[in-house]
């Protein structure tokens, strides 16, 4: 059974301060994409990384995939209360697993105005 | 331009009723996933479907679950004979192909068991 482990589980700042949220596991992944979930609704994709190694930037928003295939990261710079939200990782371990997502249990993560 | 449409958005069911969820998929993809989110726990895999096969059922309780995506029509998630612990949001995703790195996830159906 392959696990993914996410930390921190709540994380609360000020804005303008930066944070990382840390996706680990001892599996190897084809991809790790990583969600945001608002409540009462689905998740929404905001990236997929499948090279090892790979850095991904969306704005203010830079993720990384770990050499191994086996760990990410999501760091934002300058948090802005709008970033308040649920972060998700999730793997994707390829050949028959493909379309068989192995999700984090997620960060809440607020930022203070 | 919709997305992966889920519906009912909220659905109250005694126990030992039947519960039925419906998902249409983003216009045009033809590969759909339910996840199961439980309160206090993470998004768990339930089955990938394909028009009119089951490609993966392997997250399924094997008794009262089961699901389809039909020819024509959305893909239904039918739970026989609820009971409490079966009360969860129930999401559906979907995609065009099989390897394609990233799911558009509908809105999700929050199951009460009363």
């Known amino acids: 059974t392959q696990l993914l482990k996410q930390s921190p589980q709540f994380l609360s700042i000020q804005e303008g301060e930066n944070l990382t949220v840390y996706c680990n596991s001892s599996?190897?992944?084809?991809?790790l994409q990583w969600y945001r979930q608002e409540p009462g609704e689905g998740p929404v994709l905001l990236v997929t990384v499948v090279t090892g190694g790979e850095v991904k930037k969306l704005k203010r928003l830079t993720f990384q995939f770990g050499d191994a295939r086996k760990d990410s990261s999501l760091h934002i710079t300058a948090a802005q209360p709008g970033d308040t939200g649920l972060y998700l990782c999730a793997g994707e371990a390829g050949g028959t697993s493909y379309g068989k997502l192995t999700f984090g249990q997620g960060t809440i993560l607020t930022v203070h105005p | 331009n919709a997305g992966v449409m889920q519906n009912p958005r909220h659905l109250v069911r005694r126990r030992g009723q039947e519960a039925r969820l419906r998902c249409s998929p983003v216009?045009?993809?033809?590969?759909v996933y339910w996840y199961r989110q439980l309160p206090e726990e993470g998004l768990k895999f339930m089955v990938y479907l394909q028009k009119e096969n089951i490609i993966d059922e392997s997250g399924m309780p094997k008794e009262r679950f089961s699901a389809e995506f039909p020819k024509e029509g959305p893909s239904i998630l039918r739970i026989q004979q609820v009971v409490r612990g079966d009360s969860a949001a129930y999401f559906c995703?979907?995609?065009?192909?099989?390897?394609?790195?990233?799911?558009?996830f509908g809105s999700g159906t929050r199951l009460t068991v009363v």
């Open positions: 995703a979907s995609s065009p192909a099989r390897e394609n790195y990233g799911y558009t």
């Open positions: 599996s190897v992944f084809s991809s």
């Open positions: 216009k045009g993809h033809s590969h």
